[in-house]
Structures are given as structure tokens and as C-alpha cells.
């Protein structure tokens, strides 16, 4: 499984002289399908210009704090929250004592202190550097802290020292990269996901839907194949790539994907129904295109069925997962669908006009309520990428699954 496909890496760059090797990580990288964006410390800029990176990554190198051009573009907080995971390589023994101290002066380790992405940092430093106390100390607070360190390797470097300190091969740091987004949380384990809007047909050509780009669905469904289960995503029409090693069935009403899902629950664990189904159809779908004749016109609807109430009220042992898309009072409203579907949680979403969150976004933010023995309990996860999101909602739901 290609672990970095459509992966948001943020790569950090200070400055030693293993920077020039950054330029190769960019490309592979990239050729993992990963989206690759650049900060550069000042002292990496001393090693290689900016505008070599700039042209590789096709997109603009971050490298001042105090920019207001560049923050008005893609501040530091956002360039924090858009990362997947975020690569420091070559982490230099200063920014890694940065790191430890959690200082925040320059841009590179702001972003560090204010990202919430999983850290990977790449050693690279002359060998006496490395073998010091200091720097020894700091790389165990690291590992303390759980942050991904890949590397040093040992061999010769270019001050013309020989011994360990040298960044680990490119083709070493990519394969090990995927790791990072790996667990076997959910090994063993079948996982049914609903992703994506439901389209209703009025007539040949037309159709009523919603605004659902199935990013939210889709992420989990990676979430949950990186978390070793096996995963049936039931799709309505989307633009996005189908993940690698997921089941996934096509479908465009809610009477296909009620099907669809009713036929995959029958040997799953959990069931998580991310889809934004429509409530209603048409009650006639016209066999021609509905021709322009009077100022108005209406459609007769009917109720389509709940597929999540449906099923969750049909398998006593499945651990079943809502969503609720809510524009107001999101608590109240999340609460009486957990317990009108009779469902194990409910994860609710704020889908205003005004929010940058929920429908169509690159980020969300979610409360979840849950089921906990007598009492429903609540837990929030703050604003930032649907991928890094779902991991943590797949890590949650692992936790909390009866295993
Ligand atoms: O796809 P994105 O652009 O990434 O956006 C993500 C999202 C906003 C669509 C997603 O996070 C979300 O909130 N999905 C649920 C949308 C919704 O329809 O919510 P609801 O409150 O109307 O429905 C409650 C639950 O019942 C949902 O789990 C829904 O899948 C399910 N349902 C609803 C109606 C129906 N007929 N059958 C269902 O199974």
C-alpha cells in the first residue's frame, strides 16, 4: 500500500549541507503522489537557494515569519494545520535543541510548536556533533516524546570526518516515511464506511444532491486500511481517487447505497456513516428531460430510508458511527440522532454557510458524543485536516470498539 499517496507533507529544511539532498527527497517524494510544501530556515538558504526548491514543488518556499505578503497567503498557522505530517531534513543539532526547548524564533519552529501533524526529523550533523551529550539528550527527549526520528547513518561526510551523522538515503527516508501513518488498531477487523452525497434523479439530466465531496468519508476509509482493517467504502459520486486495498462500491441513490451497505454490514464490526444521503426523492422520475413550460413547478417527494437507523437497528452486535451535519444548536440535535438511531457515537460537524469547516472543506472540526456504559460522554477534536482528523477519529473508535 502506498502509505504517502495524496499525503500533505509539510518538509522542514535548516541548514547543513545535506540540504542539496532535499531537492531529491521533494521529487520522490512527489512521486509517491505526495503534495509537498517547503519551509527553509535562513541558515538553509546559505546552502541553497530557495528558488531550486521553489521550482521543484511548483510552489512558493516559506521562509520568514514576519512576512505579511506570505502570511497573508498562507500564514503560519494554516501551512500548520495543512500538514499530514510534517519532515525536518535535515534536522540540524540546533533545530532539534529547538525542538526539545520548544522555542519558536524563526518560522520553521513556530510551525513546529504550533503543528499538531505527526513530527519526523532526519538527523544530519557532523559526526562530533552528533556523539555529543548534548545533542544525545536532546534526540532521547524526542524519543520520549514519541516524535518519528529516521537516521543518522554512519559512513563518511563531507567536513571529511567518517562516523555517524549523515542523513539517511532519500530512498530510505521515503520508505520509511509510510510507517508513520501505519498501526494495527483495527487489524482483523471489517470496517463499512458511507462517503460522499447521494444524488436523487428528477429526470434524465437532473438530480437533487448536496454539497458532500466525500473528502471526510474517503479519509477515513485510508484511516482505517492504514489502521490494518479490511474496508468496504460505499461511494456516491465524488471527483476523488478510490483508496488503494478498499472494497469500494460506486453507487448514486440513497436506495443503492442503503443496499450496498445493508449487503456489506452483514459480516462487519463497525459501520461508520460518513454520507450525506439525501432524505428525500422524487416520487416519479421523469423517463424524458422535464421541458421548461410553466413559471413554476414542483416535485412530489418521498422520505428515502434511513440506512444508518436501518441498520444499526438490525445488528445488535455492530458498532455503528453517525455523523451529524448540524448548522445549529449541534449537541442537542447530534444527541437525539445517537439515541433515535440507537447508535454506538456520533460525530457532529458544524456545516454553516460561513464555516470553513464540514461540506466541501479541506479541514474539519467535530465534538464526539458516545455511548459510555449509562452515560453518553463527550470528547472534541479541534479544527485541522480531514486526514489527520480521521486518523485520530479511527484511533478513537479503535479505543472505544468492544474488541
Ligand atoms: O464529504 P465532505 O465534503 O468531506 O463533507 C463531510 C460531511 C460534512 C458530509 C460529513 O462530515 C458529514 O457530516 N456527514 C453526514 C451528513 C448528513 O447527512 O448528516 P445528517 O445529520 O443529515 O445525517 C445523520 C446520519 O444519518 C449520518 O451519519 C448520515 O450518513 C445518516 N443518514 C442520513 C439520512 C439517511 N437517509 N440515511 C442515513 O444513513
Not at 533545530?95 to 510548536?113: C, F, K, P, R, Y
Not at 479490511?230 to 440513497?254: H, N, Y
Not at 479544527?383 to 470498539?401: G, N
Amino acid at each position: 500500500m502506498n502509505l504517502l499517496r495524496q499525503k500533505r507533507i509539510l518538509l522542514g529544511i535548516s541548514g547543513g549541507i545535506a540540504a542539496y539532498k532535499s531537492a531529491e527527497l521533494i521529487r520522490r517524494l512527489q512521486d509517491q503522489g505526495a503534495d509537498v510544501r517547503i519551509i527553509m530556515t535562513s541558515s538553509a538558504m546559505e546552502f541553497v537557494k530557495p528558488l531550486t526548491y521553489q521550482a521543484l514543488s511548483s510552489y512558493p518556499i516559506h521562509t520568514d515569519l514576519l512576512d505579511p505578503n506570505a502570511e497573508a497567503a498562507m500564514g503560519h498557522i494554516e501551512l500548520a494545520r495543512w500538514a499530514d505530517v510534517f519532515v525536518i531534513a535535515p534536522a540540524t543539532a540546533n533545530t532539534i535543541a529547538q525542538i526539545v526547548h520548544g522555542e519558536a524564533n524563526d518560522l520553521l519552529s513556530t510551525v513546529i510548536l504550533a503543528s499538531r501533524a505527526p513530527l519526523v526529523v532526519v538527523p544530519a550533523m557532523n559526526q562530533a556533533m552528533w556523539a555529543n551529550a548534548a545533542t544525545q539528550a536532546n534526540m532521547q527527549t524526542l524519543r520520549e516524546r514519541h516524535i518519528n526520528i529516521l537516521g543518522p547513518d554512519s559512513g563518511s561526510q563531507a567536513c571529511g570526518d567518517v562516523g555517524e551523522g549523515r542523513m539517511l538515503d532519500v530512498a530510505d527516508i521515503v520508505a520509511q516515511l509510510g510507517d508513520v501513518f501505519k498501526n494495527d488498531q483495527l487489524a482483523g477487523k471489517h470496517v463499512v464506511i458511507t462517503a460522499g452525497p447521494t444524488r436523487e434523479a428528477i429526470d434524465p439530466v437532473r438530480y437533487i444532491s448536496n454539497h458532500s465531496s466525500g473528502k471526510m468519508g474517503y479519509a477515513l476509509a485510508q484511516a482505517a486500511l492504514e489502521a490494518g482493517a479490511a474496508v468496504t467504502l460505499i461511494s456516491g459520486p465524488t471527483q476523488l481517487t478510490t483508496p488503494e486495498r478498499a472494497t469500494t462500491v460506486q453507487v448514486i441513490s440513497a436506495l443503492d447505497m442503503h443496499k450496498a451497505a445493508s449487503d456489506a454490514c452483514q459480516d462487519a464490526d463497525i459501520f461508520i456513516a460518513c454520507a450525506a444521503v439525501a432524505d428525500y426523492r422524487p416520487i416519479d422520475i421523469a423517463e424524458q428531460k422535464i421541458k421548461k413550460n410553466d413559471d413554476e413547478m414542483s416535485i412530489s417527494l418521498t422520505k428515502n430510508p434511513d440506512i444508518l437507523a436501518d441498520i444499526s437497528h438490525s445488528h445488535d452486535s455492530l458498532f455503528t458511527v453517525g455523523f451529524a451535519a448540524e448548522t445549529h444548536d449541534l449537541i442537542k440535535h447530534a444527541t437525539g440522532k445517537l439515541e433515535r438511531k440507537k447508535l454506538n457515537m456520533i460525530i457532529a460537524n458544524n456545516v454553516g454557510a460561513d464555516s470553513s469547516t464540514g461540506f466541501n472543506t479541506d479541514d474539519n472540526a467535530v465534538e464526539v458524543l458516545y455511548q459510555d456504559k449509562t452515560s453518553i460522554k463527550q470528547q472534541s477534536f479541534a479544527q485541522c485536516s480531514k486526514t489527520i482528523l480521521a486518523k485520530q477519529l479511527i484511533t478513537f473508535i479503535a479505543e472505544k470498539h468492544p474488541s
